[in-house]
């Protein structure tokens, strides 16, 4: 087997706090694993821009100006984490033999990298980078995203647990997931349907190196709601659950009514009446919430929308075949 072409993969938006102190710490990385062999010379670090507002595309220029290993593409607008990191991958689909995404905020352990590469080499085309401790995510932090986990399993859509984006695909890999056209992107649960042979690598996951985070907790439910409904559809069969389950509950108070009424202890029953309607009508229109989310990705998914815009690439895109 020759020795494999990566690409590291790097989704960056509103990042010039960060990626001066990052970036030299994965060419660093990029040029260990060269020097030790495991890797190609045509090895890159490409950095995806999503749209940012601030210098981090000029940042981005400018370090693939200083080192051929440094490499850039611009999405036209900000687009999301989501499409950003798909864009940055089916970019690299073409130039390399494997990827490895990761965050550009060294969060997630670089080191863990050699052991992914280990893996790839070992005939595995999936491996997931996966956080063994959250020691440096506040308890508020680390409660929420391990419920979403846990949620996530409970409502039907697989997942692996406490692994984010940080993960090494093959380039086989990578040609099945272009094949998900999928607007409405949640890769974590896109991957582990794309098959193959996979495995796990653990890190600690560390604090952000500087900037801020773009996950607020509106943000993550966000995510989390979006997560489950692009991959199940449980959340409907439940609520076909409670409406059975409210059917039925209705029937026997039906019969309850019937009876105080035959036998004459009819009390003026404004509350209870009251109660029900509020609570009927709540349901209703939690269940049209639900089904409306569905109906609201349907419309997405017909539209079928590109997911992301390449505008600007510091290598010449148009000779895409190394
Ligand atoms: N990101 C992006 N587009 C966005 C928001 C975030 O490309 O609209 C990138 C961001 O630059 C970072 C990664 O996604 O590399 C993860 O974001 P962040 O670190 O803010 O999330 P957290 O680690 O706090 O969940
Ligand atoms: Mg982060």
Redesign the pocket.
Known sequence: MKTPVLYIV??????EAVLPVTSGLFLKKLKSLIAAGKIADESRVLF?N?GSKDRTWEIIRGLADSDEHFEGASLSR????QN??LGGLMTAKNRADVTISI???G?DDINAMDAMIDEYLAGCDIVYGVRSKRETDTWFKRTTAEGFYHMMRILGAETVFNH??YRLLSRRALEGLAQFKEVNLFLRGLVPLVGYRSSSVYYERAE?MA?????PLKK?LAFAFDGITSLSVKPIRLITGLGFFISLISFLGIIWVLLTKLFGVTVSGWASMVCVVFFMGGVQLLCLGVIGEYVGKIYNETKARPRFIISETTFDKDKENR
Not at 10 to 15: A, D, K, Q, S
């Open positions: 790097i989704p960056c938006y509103n990042e995806v999503d900000n687009r999301g984490h950003a990191l965050d550009c905020d969060q984010a984006d952000r900037g801020e985070s773009h996950y993550m």
